[in-house]
Nanobody
């Protein structure tokens, strides 16, 4: 089982940037996907970005494409979500997650929460206009 801890959330004005971090511990050599998800008040959790750790392939939600970048630092067992040009509608709790299930690239399914079995506690991001 992988333990995940997010950090880097906070409050920022529209147009600003934040970088979220996701530190992994435990059995970290057995997951193939890292995902970032978010949940705004009154809304369902949605996939934002997914990364296939073996190939480096990524997939993004249309709402963040070109603004957010998912990456990983294997040496530090840490994943990141760089968020630029933030908008008020990006306000949400952001979660990272990992999955050991799919060895190969699954494309857009990398944004499906059903793929992932380990989750962090989340970090709040608030974007003001």
């Amino acid at each position: 089982q992988v333990q995940l801890v997010e950090s880097g959330g906070g409050s920022v004005q529209a147009g600003g940037s934040l970088r979220l971090s996701c530190a992994a511990s435990g059995v970290t050599d057995e997951y193939y996907y890292i995902g970032w998800f978010r949940q705004a008040p009154g809304k369902e959790r949605e996939g934002v970005a997914g990364l296939h750790t073996r190939s480096g392939n990524t997939h993004y939600a249309d709402s963040v494409k070109g603004r957010f970048t998912i990456s990983q630092d294997n040496a530090k067992n840490t994943a990141y979500l760089q968020m630029n040009s933030l908008r008020p509608e990006d306000t949400a709790i952001y979660y990272c997650a990992t999955s050991p299930i799919y060895y190969t690239w699954i494309g857009p399914r990398a944004l499906s929460s059903t793929v992932y079995d380990s989750w962090g506690q989340g970090t709040q991001v608030t974007v003001s206009s």
